[in-house]
C-alpha cells in the first residue's frame, strides 16, 4: 500500500471510497520525485488515517510548468468564455454528485461535524464555484471616450500563473474561494493544500480531470509550507501568490514574493471584537456571540473571540453566555449527529489553546467555564472543553493574542468611545460586530471600527457574494464577491490613434 496511488478507504460513518495520494499535475496523480510523504491523523482518536505524497521544490517546478504551458496553450487561453463557465458548473455538478464523500473526508480528517461539512463547508464549495462560474462570460473592459481622434479601450486581462496556498480550517471552502475566481477569469493555478488536511483536496482533484479542464489549468499540490508553500511563494514562474494563513506566515510569503513582485492577496489572523450596548436584545446577542467565537471548534479567522460588554447588562450577558455555551456546544465524535464542536484539527493546535488557558490563569484572568481538555470521547482526541475567560485586562495576553480555539475572554466597557477605541487596539482589523437597537449607533460604529468586515445585530454570517478580507495586520486585498475578481485580473489599456497625425 505504501507507494499505491490511490487506496480504498472506509471512513468512520462507512463512506467507501477511493483515496488518491499523489500529487495532480497535469491532471495526472504522480509520485513526488523525493518519495516524501505527510501523514494525516484523525483528531477524534489520534490514530493515522493514511499517508500521502509531499511535494518538494522540484515537483513545485513540474507544476509550475504544466499551469504555465496550460496558461499558454490556446485550448484554455482562447476558450469562449461561455465554455469557460460551462466547465466550471460541470466541476460544481460533480461537486454535489460526491459531496456525502467529500464531507466524510472533510470531518475525518479536520475533526469539524460531519452535518456541517456536509451542509455548509460543501454548500459553500459548490455556491463559490456557481457563483465565479456565472462570471466567466461577465468580465468586461470599458471603451474610455476620450476625444474622435482616439479610441481607447481596457479588457481584463487573467494574471497567468497562480499560487494559492490555503489553510486547514475549512480546507474545500478555502481551496473554492481561491480557484472560482482565478478560473473563471482564465487564469491557470497551482494550489498547495495544507499538510494537517491532505486528503479532500486529493479527491476533489479527480473530479477536476472529470469536469473536463485542459491538463495543466488546476494542479494540486500536499506538502509542508517551509518546503513546498515556500518553493511556490519563491517561484519565478509565479505570477500570483494568494495565501490564507498565520499572520506571522503571511508576512514570510510577502517577503518571498518580493523575488519577482507577485501579486498578492493575503487573508491572515484576527482577534474581532464584538460589541454589546446596554440596548441590544441581549438574547440574540447571546446566540450570535457564541456561533460568533465557538463555531468551527473556534479555528475562524474571524472570530469575535474578544467580547466587549457594556456594563448596564454585563453581569447578565455573561450569566446567559455561560448558560447558552453549556447547554448549545455539545461536544463529541464529529460523526455524531447531536455534536456541536468536535476536536482542534491536531496535536500542536490543541496544547497551543491548551496553553493559553494556562497563561489566562496565571495572569488572573478569571476562568468561568471550560479551561481543560475534554476527554469523554473516548479518552482519545484532541477535544477542548469550550473556554470562557471573565475580569480579563487590556494587556494580558489571552486578550491580545489568536488563540484559535473555543476560548473566549469577556470585558466590560462604559461610554462608546471606550468601547471604540478598544476594539481598535489591536494589530488586527478582520472582522467586528455591534449588538445595538439603535440603528444609528450601529452604523456610526461600523464606519469607526478598523475592520474589513463588521456585522451588525450579527457575527459571522459571511456570504459568498460579499467581499471577505482585513485591514491592518489582517491581510492584503479581497476575496469573493465582484470584488474577488480584481484579485486575478489586470486591466489592460489599448490606445487606439484614429487620426492624430504628427
Ligand atoms: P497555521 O499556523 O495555522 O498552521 P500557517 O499560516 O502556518 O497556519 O499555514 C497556512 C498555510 O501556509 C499552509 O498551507 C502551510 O503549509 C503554509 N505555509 C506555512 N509556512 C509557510 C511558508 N514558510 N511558506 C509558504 N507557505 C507556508
Same mark, same amino acid.
Given at each position: 500500500?505504501?507507494?499505491?496511488?490511490?487506496?480504498?478507504?472506509?471512513? !468512520?460513518?462507512?463512506?467507501?471510497?477511493?483515496?488518491? @495520494?499523489?500529487?495532480?499535475?497535469?491532471?495526472?496523480?504522480?509520485?513526488?520525485?523525493?518519495?516524501?510523504?505527510?501523514?494525516?491523523?484523525?483528531?477524534?482518536?489520534?490514530?493515522?488515517?493514511?499517508?500521502?505524497?509531499?511535494? *518538494?521544490?522540484?515537483?513545485?517546478?513540474?507544476?509550475?510548468?504544466?499551469?504555465?504551458?496550460?496558461?499558454?496553450? !490556446?485550448?484554455?487561453?482562447?476558450?469562449?468564455?461561455?465554455?469557460?463557465? /460551462?466547465?466550471?458548473?460541470?466541476?460544481? $455538478?460533480?461537486?454535489? /454528485?460526491?459531496?456525502?464523500?467529500?464531507?466524510?473526508?472533510?470531518?475525518?480528517?479536520?475533526?469539524? %461535524?460531519?452535518?456541517?461539512?456536509?451542509?455548509?463547508?460543501?454548500?459553500?464549495?459548490?455556491?463559490?464555484?456557481?457563483?465565479?462560474?456565472?462570471?466567466?462570460?461577465?468580465?468586461?473592459? $470599458?471603451?474610455?471616450?476620450?476625444?474622435?481622434?482616439?479610441?481607447?479601450?481596457?479588457?481584463?486581462?487573467?494574471? *497567468?500563473?497562480?499560487?494559492?496556498?490555503?489553510?486547514?480550517?475549512?480546507?474545500?471552502?478555502?481551496?473554492?474561494?481561491?480557484?472560482?475566481?482565478?478560473?473563471?477569469?482564465?487564469?491557470?493555478?497551482?494550489?498547495?493544500?495544507?499538510?494537517?488536511? %491532505?486528503?479532500?483536496?486529493?479527491?476533489?482533484?479527480?473530479?477536476?480531470?472529470?469536469?473536463?479542464?485542459?491538463?495543466?489549468?488546476?494542479?494540486?499540490?500536499?506538502?509542508?509550507?517551509?518546503?513546498?508553500?515556500?518553493?511556490?511563494? $519563491?517561484?519565478? +514562474?509565479?505570477?500570483?501568490?494568494?495565501?490564507?494563513?498565520?499572520?506571522?506566515? *503571511?508576512?514570510?510569503?510577502?517577503?518571498? &514574493?518580493?523575488?519577482?513582485?507577485?501579486?498578492?492577496?493575503?487573508?491572515?489572523?484576527?482577534?474581532?471584537?464584538?460589541?454589546?450596548?446596554?440596548?441590544?436584545?441581549?438574547? #440574540?446577542?447571546?446566540?450570535?456571540?457564541?456561533?460568533?467565537?465557538?463555531?468551527? $471548534?473556534?479555528?475562524?479567522?474571524?472570530?469575535?473571540? @474578544?467580547?466587549?460588554?457594556?456594563?448596564?447588562?454585563?453581569?447578565?450577558?455573561?450569566?446567559?453566555?455561560?448558560?447558552?455555551?453549556?447547554?448549545?456546544?455539545?461536544? =463529541?465524535?464529529?460523526?455524531?449527529?447531536?455534536?456541536? #464542536? +468536535? !476536536?482542534?484539527?491536531?496535536?500542536?493546535?490543541?496544547?497551543?489553546?491548551?496553553?493559553?488557558?494556562?497563561?489566562?490563569?496565571?495572569?488572573?484572568?478569571?476562568?468561568?467555564?471550560?479551561?481543560?481538555?475534554?476527554?469523554?470521547?473516548?479518552?482519545?482526541?484532541?477535544?477542548?472543553? !469550550?473556554?470562557?475567560?471573565?475580569?480579563?485586562?487590556?494587556?494580558?495576553?489571552?486578550?491580545?493574542?489568536?488563540?484559535?480555539?473555543?476560548?473566549?475572554?469577556?470585558?466590560?466597557?462604559?461610554?462608546?468611545? /471606550? &468601547?471604540?477605541? @478598544?476594539?481598535?487596539?489591536?494589530?488586527? =482589523?478582520?472582522?467586528?460586530?455591534?449588538?445595538?437597537?439603535?440603528?444609528?449607533? +450601529?452604523?456610526?460604529?461600523?464606519?469607526?471600527? /478598523?475592520?474589513?468586515?463588521?456585522?451588525?445585530?450579527?457575527?459571522?454570517?459571511?456570504?459568498?457574494?460579499?467581499?471577505?478580507?482585513?485591514?491592518? #495586520?489582517?491581510?492584503?486585498?479581497?476575496?469573493?464577491?465582484?470584488?474577488?475578481?480584481?484579485?486575478?485580473?489586470? #486591466?489592460?489599456?489599448?490606445?487606439?490613434?484614429? +487620426?492624430?497625425?504628427?
Amino acid at each position: 500500500m505504501a507507494d499505491e496511488l490511490f487506496v480504498e478507504l472506509t471512513a !468512520p460513518n462507512g463512506n467507501k471510497y477511493k483515496q488518491p @495520494r499523489g500529487l495532480f499535475i497535469n491532471n495526472e496523480f504522480v509520485k513526488s520525485k523525493s518519495g516524501e510523504t505527510i501523514t494525516s491523523i484523525n483528531p477524534s482518536d489520534e490514530k493515522e488515517i493514511i499517508s500521502v505524497y509531499a511535494a *518538494g521544490p522540484e515537483d513545485v517546478d513540474l507544476a509550475v510548468d504544466a499551469a504555465r504551458k496550460a496558461f499558454k496553450n !490556446p485550448e484554455w487561453r482562447d476558450i469562449d468564455t461561455t465554455a469557460r463557465g /460551462e466547465l466550471m458548473y460541470k466541476f460544481a $455538478q460533480l461537486i454535489e /454528485e460526491h459531496r456525502e464523500t467529500l464531507a466524510a473526508i472533510e470531518t475525518w480528517d479536520n475533526g469539524k %461535524p460531519y452535518s456541517v461539512s456536509l451542509n455548509e463547508d460543501l454548500a459553500e464549495v459548490i455556491g463559490t464555484i456557481k457563483y465565479y462560474a456565472g462570471y466567466s462570460n461577465k468580465i468586461h473592459g $470599458q471603451v474610455i471616450d476620450t476625444s474622435p481622434a482616439k479610441l481607447a479601450y481596457t479588457i481584463r486581462e487573467p494574471l *497567468g500563473v497562480c499560487g494559492q496556498i490555503i489553510p486547514w480550517n475549512f480546507p474545500l471552502a478555502m481551496a473554492a474561494w481561491k480557484l472560482g475566481p482565478a478560473i473563471c477569469t482564465g487564469n491557470t493555478v497551482v494550489l498547495k493544500a495544507a499538510e494537517q488536511t %491532505p486528503l479532500s483536496i486529493l479527491y476533489l482533484a479527480t473530479l477536476v480531470k472529470e469536469a473536463g479542464f485542459p491538463p495543466g489549468v488546476i494542479n494540486i499540490l500536499n506538502g509542508e509550507g517551509r518546503k513546498a508553500g515556500a518553493a511556490l511563494a $519563491q517561484h519565478l +514562474g509565479v505570477d500570483k501568490i494568494a495565501f490564507t494563513g498565520s499572520t506571522a506566515t *503571511g508576512k514570510e510569503i510577502m517577503k518571498m &514574493a518580493a523575488v519577482n513582485m507577485k501579486n498578492i492577496t493575503l487573508e491572515t489572523g484576527g482577534k474581532s471584537p464584538l460589541l454589546v450596548f446596554d440596548d441590544a436584545d441581549l438574547d #440574540q446577542a447571546v446566540k450570535w456571540a457564541h456561533i460568533g467565537i465557538m463555531y468551527n $471548534q473556534g479555528q475562524v479567522c474571524t472570530a469575535t473571540s @474578544r467580547i466587549l460588554v457594556q456594563d448596564g447588562i454585563y453581569d447578565k450577558f455573561v450569566e446567559g453566555f455561560k448558560e447558552y455555551v453549556s447547554t448549545a456546544s455539545v461536544v =463529541g465524535d464529529p460523526f455524531k449527529d447531536d455534536t456541536f #464542536q +468536535g !476536536p482542534q484539527v491536531t496535536k500542536q493546535q490543541y496544547e497551543r489553546v491548551l496553553s493559553y488557558i494556562e497563561s489566562g490563569k496565571s495572569e488572573g484572568a478569571k476562568l468561568v467555564a471550560g479551561g481543560e481538555a475534554y476527554k469523554n470521547v473516548g479518552g482519545k482526541g484532541f477535544f477542548i472543553s !469550550p473556554t470562557i475567560f471573565t475580569g480579563v485586562k487590556d494587556d494580558m495576553k489571552i486578550y491580545r493574542e489568536e488563540v484559535f480555539g473555543p476560548f473566549v475572554v469577556i470585558s466590560s466597557f462604559k461610554t462608546e468611545e /471606550e &468601547a471604540i477605541e @478598544r476594539a481598535n487596539d489591536t494589530s488586527y =482589523g478582520l472582522g467586528a460586530a455591534v449588538f445595538t437597537q439603535d440603528i444609528t449607533k +450601529g452604523h456610526r460604529l461600523a464606519r469607526l471600527i /478598523e475592520a474589513g468586515m463588521v456585522w451588525i445585530n450579527s457575527s459571522n454570517d459571511s456570504d459568498i457574494r460579499i467581499p471577505f478580507g482585513g485591514v491592518k #495586520q489582517s491581510g492584503i486585498g479581497r476575496e469573493l464577491g465582484e470584488a474577488g475578481l480584481a484579485a486575478y485580473t489586470n #486591466q489592460k489599456a489599448i490606445h487606439v490613434n484614429l +487620426g492624430n497625425k504628427l
